[in-house]
């Protein structure tokens, strides 16, 4: 008989029966109320009828129609659909499955158009798994420890992380940038240089919105350098902040968006965009794979892009994210463990601190998991681990962000006194 690899972590002992919306009901017979969305994938809740009933409609038709070999209709309808939410001279755009594979392939395409072998990270970027994407990521050792070398070509500057230093975000976003300055100066020079990655909210890096200016910086340096500024929209974009994008908080247009997680509700498919001028300067068959674009996942990418539009979920996510951040907001002060309280619409978070401000993972992993008796579901996050995530669909209602604070109160209570 086999067994699962111990190599799988995971944050709760809950075995999904069947889920809708906001809710997974498990075979324990709980009803769990979902505040992962599967690490921030279920955009529209789970199994909307809409993407449910495109998917099953494409499964009936063609399941997989290998990109390099057909072409498939669901493909072009959603490349078409993606326009309409895609900064203007965003115009081209190649598809692959998984969020660590679209970030290889933004990589290949800043070297290939380029010529030129550096990529910039910052620090607590998450980017990935596979060794290209891992490579860039510094959201915690435990993405790199014990099987290095990893990918060479890689520089990691500092991230402007405000709470962490103690500053004001002018401050931090004025040291990073002169870190970064000092990188281009000291180590690879902008002639070396191919790109900068860059989340728009630290994800797994602990739910830190990257302040403004500092993508105004990178753009800047970017546009003077001729380097390619990534902008990893993996689990920030497709509304989950409250904008469409991510870096629409910024007002900046990347070269390239890398999208994945909600853009299929749960169906696995990634894509980048950039302008049809620079994809044209990678060689054709350059990049591709054999599940990329699946036929079913971009069918249920269509739906999942019809209803979020229909449903006003952007919209949503903002309005009930700032009744979340609210409530959390509230919880500050009667907390002393919680440090800090950030995020940006329904990507939320919730950093404990010891007395003298380091870093308390331990009531961290203590309140998520006082929060599954609650059936409340989270994710702890931070290259310290002390960090409650809190990603609700995009369509989460009123009452269930009451209920998840009502919830969230309680294992705090439980956990963090
Ligand atoms: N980039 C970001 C910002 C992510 O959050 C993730 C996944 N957490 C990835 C890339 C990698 O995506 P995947 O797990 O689908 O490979």
Request: net charge negative; aromatic share 6%.
């Amino acid at each position: 008989m086999a067994t699962l690899s111990p190599i799988l972590k995971q944050a709760t002992p809950v075995i999904v029966d069947h889920a809708l919306g906001s809710w997974i009901y498990a075979t324990d017979g709980k009803k769990y109320l979902d505040f992962t969305t599967g690490i921030g994938v279920t955009s529209t809740g789970h199994c909307h009828p809409d993407v449910v009933a495109a998917a099953r409609e494409q499964v009936g038709k063609i399941v997989h129609a290998q990109y390099t070999t057909v072409m498939h209709k669901p493909l072009l309808e959603l490349t078409e659909r993606l326009g309409d939410f895609l900064p203007s001279g965003l115009d081209s755009v190649f598809y692959a499955t998984s969020g660590s594979e679209a970030v290889e392939a933004s990589v290949r395409l800043a070297r290939m158009a380029t010529g030129r072998p550096n990529i910039i990270s910052f620090h607590g970027g998450f980017h990935g798994r596979t060794v290209g994407a891992a490579s860039l990521t510094t959201a915690g050792t435990k993405f790199r420890s014990g099987f290095s070398p990893l990918m060479s070509g890689v520089h990691i500057a500092p991230f402007p992380h405000a709470y962490r230093y103690g500053w004001d975000e002018e401050t931090a976003v004025d040291f990073a940038l002169k870190e970064l300055d000092q990188l281009l100066a000291s180590i690879s020079s902008p002639a070396d240089t191919a790109g900068f990655i860059i989340e728009p909210v630290l994800g797994d890096g602990g739910y830190i919105p990257t302040p403004a200016g500092f993508l105004q910086g990178l753009r800047e340096r970017a546009d003077k350098h001729g380097i390619v500024l990534i902008v990893d929209e993996v689990q920030a974009g497709v509304g989950r902040t409250g904008k469409f994008w991510g870096h629409n908080w910024a007002g900046i247009t990347p070269d390239v968006i890398i999208t994945a997680k909600g853009l299929a509700s749960g169906f696995p498919i990634s894509a980048i965009a950039a302008s049809t001028e620079l994809m044209g300067k990678a060689w054709p068959g350059s990049q591709g794979g054999t599940y990329g674009g699946n036929a079913v996942a971009a069918a249920a990418g269509v739906a999942t892009l019809a209803v979020i539009e229909r449903e006003n979920m952007v919209q949503n996510a903002l309005v009930r994210g700032d009744e979340l951040r609210a409530g959390l907001d509230s919880l500050k002060g009667q907390f002393a463990t919680i440090g800090d309280v950030r995020g940006r619409g329904l990507m939320q978070s919730v950093e404990f601190t010891a007395a003298d401000g380091t870093p308390d993972a331990a009531t961290a992993l203590a309140v998520q998991q006082a929060a599954i008796p609650e059936e409340l579901l989270l994710l702890t996050c931070g290259p310290h681990g002390n960090v409650i995530r809190i990603i609700p669909p995009l369509n989460v209602s009123s009452d269930e962000i009451q209920a998840g604070l009502t919830r969230f109160t309680q294992a705090l209570k439980t956990a963090a006194v």
